[in-house]
């Protein structure tokens, strides 16, 4: 039970990351249903300049207290990824917008390369390390088996991650439900030219959606670094791919749904590394999400599509 | 009513309010697509204030002037002007085409390029708003819904860009009450006030119909183009529809060109109506005078062969038509 309890809160932390990222991939999708990978890279780089950010603020200028420095971070990395998100989809995407469908994907798979190489050039191909920020957290039960006592520990990196997760959340939900631009995203989703037609800057609403998921993907990587403390040039391949599962597992374009799929990833990589094999957690999650494909082609969470007569 | 005002000479003479006082002017209008013509050199003027119909055989072009008038497509050729204030102010015209501008704005005078105009600008600064002759409504936002997308523009503005929308700062909220009184006027005027919380997929075809109007309504339109209103709808919807459209001229000034198949609607509201046929104008006037213009009678009801067809180029591309089918010319009735 104990282990249980502390591999779920290990997997809600992790599934916290995947479905930030995820929220990105869905987005873009929703607005223009093509699949941004770079996206993966581009919470890379929110990574890095987190790195580089708390480096220059402990290091170099010396500041001390954490609370300020995280926030300092945090909205740093979101401005500089944001600005990285508008410029791959300015450069790399609007131009290809009246092109057939596989161009922005190919433009796409092309952009996720080039990301990594700049990284790789100009960072290097080493892991970088970030010392352990925030230790310590809250016990919450004790108990013990045949193999010892196991403690069920709530550390404070989880409570943040989650507690982060919970309000970026709420606010984005607030934006797409209330907002003239969540409303104006919700037009362009089902007819651009229409809602262009109606006095909504399409384009710019496009670019929005793009610096909103980057904004986001940025926070996963800050929270990426500071729950595993190292980061390199690759990361954003493999959970690139893995928020890429969720957002499809949720079915892609729901905002929930990518939210629910990352959970769900989370969670089913971190229990089968806690009860089977560490080895097979990626297998595992691929595979749960070809079951449910099956089963559910538009995901949980997805709208069948409905053919238009 | 404002329509009967100021027409002392109703069938087309230079001191008709389409002529004094356009609030659209249509000039050389040329639209290829490839080797075909759709619209080829076309000018013709909306008055401010009137209902203008644009009819016409199927295939003569109108839709594709709509497409122009509201930046779907770039002409190929062509000046189209959107004038707010009156008078045709054939000086500022001038300037801005010369001076390379988009448009000119001052106070409430304006000139509006729209060629060089981008889709969006040309629904939010020169107020030209448009209904599809295949509605296309957002099916899964509720038809209140679809009538604030219609107010972005404004709202945006508002929610100080979106940061005060989020927190539901009083600003805007004050400022999205307004929105949603707008559109509940404009749902009251189209009867559509029971259903304004359903998605608009799910409303029947004339309702979604009246839903297009109301949703080009809050935009706050100068110009309302309309794509064939009447479509699909029954005697009494039609009727209905004549009444709308009355009401949107007379009471909100709104100026309406429209596209329309069905006779009775045009030739009961129309105060100026324009006939297309190939992509060029064949008659320009009142309803009296297109209806006894025997062009227009040709048209419509096809006249021999050999004086039906005056172009050039839609006559070679008929008898090359014609020669493929082997079927010999080819008729338009």
Not at chain 1, 21 to 41: K, P
Not at chain 1, 195 to 213: C, E, P
Not at chain 2, 168 to 197: C, F, H, M, N
């Amino acid at each position: 039970m104990e282990y249980f309890l502390q591999q779920l809160i290990n997997g809600l932390t992790l599934g916290s990351i995947y479905g930030l990222i995820a929220i990105g991939y869905t987005m873009v999708y929703g607005i223009i249903g093509m699949i941004n990978f770079a996206h993966g890279d581009i919470f890379m780089i929110g990574a890095f300049v987190s790195l580089a950010m708390f480096l220059v603020l402990t290091a170099v200028l010396g500041f001390a207290f954490l609370p300020v420095v995280l926030l300092i971070v945090v909205i740093v990395a979101m401005l500089f990824t944001s600005a990285w998100g508008w410029t791959v989809e300015r450069i790399a995407y609007r131009p290809l917008r009246g092109s057939f469908r596989l161009a922005p994907l190919i433009t796409a798979i092309g952009m996720s390369i080039v990301l990594q190489n700049f990284v790789q050039i100009t960072q290097g191909a080493r892991v970088k390390p970030l010392p352990p920020q925030i230790q310590g957290g809250i016990t919450l039960m004790q108990g013990s088996t045949e193999a010892g006592t196991i403690v069920v520990q709530l550390s404070y990196m989880q409570i943040i991650i989650i507690l982060t997760t919970v309000v970026l959340m709420a606010i984005f939900t607030l934006l797409i439900a209330r907002t003239p631009l969540g409303r104006a995203q919700r037009a362009c989703e089902q007819d651009r030219k229409m809602a262009a037609l109606l006095g909504v800057n399409v384009d710019r609403t496009i670019s929005l959606t793009f610096v909103m998921g980057a904004a986001l993907a940025a926070v996963a990587g800050l929270m990426f670094l500071l729950l595993y403390g190292v980061i390199d040039f690759y990361i954003g391949f493999l959970a690139g791919i893995k928020a890429f599962t969720a957002a499809v597992l949720g079915g892609i374009g729901s905002l929930p749904g990518a939210m629910l799929g990352g959970l769900l990833i989370g969670l089913i990589e971190v229990f089968w590394s806690g009860y089977f094999t560490v080895e097979y957690k990626d297998v595992a999650a691929f595979s749960i999400l070809a079951i449910v494909l099956i089963f559910l082609p538009s995901g949980l969470l997805g709208k069948p599509e409905v053919e238009k007569v | 009513m404002v329509a009967a005002a100021g027409k002392e000479a109703p069938t087309g003479g230079a001191s008709a309010r389409w002529e004094s006082d356009p609030i659209l002017s249509v000039e050389h209008l040329t639209m290829r697509f490839g080797g075909l013509v759709a619209v080829g050199d076309l000018s013709f003027n909306a008055g401010r204030g009137d209902i203008t119909a644009l009819i016409g055989p199927n295939g003569a072009g109108k839709t594709t002037v709509f497409n122009c008038v509201t930046g779907f497509y770039k002409p190929t050729e062509g000046r189209i002007v959107m004038r707010h204030g009156p008078g045709r102010q054939a000086e500022t015209v001038e300037e801005v085409t010369n001076s390379g501008l988009r448009w000119k704005k001052e106070g409430d005078k304006g000139i509006f390029l729209l060629e060089r105009m981008p889709d969006h600008e040309i629904a939010h600064r020169a107020k030209v708003a448009r209904t599809f002759q295949n509605i296309r409504l957002f099916g899964g936002m509720t038809a209140l819904e679809n009538l604030l997308v219609a107010q972005h523009n404004p709202l945006v503005v508002a929610s100080g860009f979106t940061v005060g929308g989020i927190f539901g700062l009083p600003s805007y909220r004050k400022a999205e009450q307004a929105a949603i009184e707008k559109a509940v006027y404009w749902l009251e005027r189209t009867r559509l006030i029971d259903r304004a919380d359903d998605p608009a997929a799910d409303l029947p075809y004339g309702a979604q119909r009246r839903l297009e109007i109301a949703r080009a309504m809050c935009t706050d339109p100068q110009l309302l183009c309309l794509d064939e209103p009447a479509a699909g709808l029954n005697p009494r919807e039609s009727a209905e529809l004549n009444e709308l459209l009355k009401f949107i001229r007379d009471e909100h000034g709104t100026s309406v060109l429209l596209i329309e198949h069905d006779m009775g609607v045009v030739m009961e509201i129309s105060d100026h109506i324009v006939v297309l046929d190939y992509g060029v104008k064949i008659s320009d006037g009142d309803a009296e005078t297109v209806r006894n213009d025997p062009n227009v009678i040709a048209a419509y009801l096809g006249v021999e062969e050999e004086e039906e067809i005056d172009i050039p180029e839609v006559l070679e591309d008929v008898s090359a038509a014609a020669g493929k089918a082997g079927t010999g010319k080819g008729g338009k009735a």
